[in-house]
């Protein structure tokens, strides 16, 4: 099983980032400039190095809103989310064993108010993923539809493979 779900482009985070990018690289660029004709601090010298850490971070939020997208695969043990199109992939591995549930994501209304609307890189999906007392949501940019059916093909997935299991070890 593989699936591959596109990242949905949200313009408010995307612009916002993007101007926020370019006043750090502007701080970054008056830091140095300002050491160089004064002389450099040596205890100040943290202050462009934070900044170009702060800059590269937005710079992996831009490229997630850009050209962000998941892929789903599983293997004989686990369910396997990774996110892909950013400078920093990620990948999070969960064990077929100890999924509890997978379904549609259900939002409360405070938590759509902050998360959702404005700042969809921070684990908002329609797919939410219950393990060992734990939720991981994806799948950001899929209508409701897309989302049951990816669903349905997960979950038979992970019933053939736990149905394999039960038979080996009978």
């Given at each position: 099983m593989n699936i591959e779900l596109k990242h949905k482009i949200n313009w408010f985070l995307l612009i916002f980032l993007s101007?926020?990018?370019l006043l750090t690289i502007?701080?970054?660029?008056?830091?140095?400039?300002?050491?160089?004709?004064v002389g450099t601090h040596k205890e100040l010298i943290f202050v462009p190095i934070l900044?170009?850490?702060l800059a590269i971070w937005f710079l992996?939020?831009?490229l997630w809103q850009l050209r962000g997208y998941e892929?789903?695969?599983m293997d004989d043990d686990d369910l396997i989310i990774k996110?892909?199109?950013k400078l920093f992939n990620s990948?999070?591995?969960?064990?077929?064993?100890?999924i509890e549930n997978l379904e549609a994501s259900k939002f409360k209304l405070i938590y759509l108010l902050f998360t959702n609307r404005y700042f969809s890189p921070f684990g908002v999906g329609k797919i939410s993923v219950r393990y060992l007392r734990k939720t991981y949501r994806f799948g950001f940019g899929i209508s409701k539809d897309e989302a049951l059916r990816h669903i349905e093909e997960i979950n038979t997935n992970i019933s053939q493979i736990r149905d394999k299991?039960?038979?080996y070890n009978d």
């Open positions: 101007l926020y990018e502007g701080c970054i660029y008056a830091w140095i400039s300002a050491g160089v004709m900044l170009i850490m992996d939020f831009i892929v789903i695969t996110k892909r199109g990948k999070v591995m969960i064990n077929i064993n100890d299991y039960m038979d």
